[in-house]
């Protein structure tokens, strides 16, 4: 798995978003994630938003992903 695999997947699960991601070794990811899709929804549903986007290579092929997850306005 690459960073820009996990991009596009996260993009595409989340029409209208934004995401960087990074990661070096394959399998342990650091994303900023920015979508209109997160407004009024606390962190935890904001992940599980994502989460959603990558399903079952969550846990396997990512071993781990941390995650910011923010609004547009929030990105400013």
Known sequence: MN????RQLIE???PGSRADVRGDDGVHFEATVVAEAFRGKLPLARHR????????????????LALKTITPEEAG
């Open 49 to 64: 938003l994502v989460y959603a986007t990558l399903g079952e290579r969550m846990g396997g092929e990512i071993h781990a």
């Open 3 to 6: 960073p820009e695999t996990i």
């Open 12 to 14: 595409q699960g989340l």
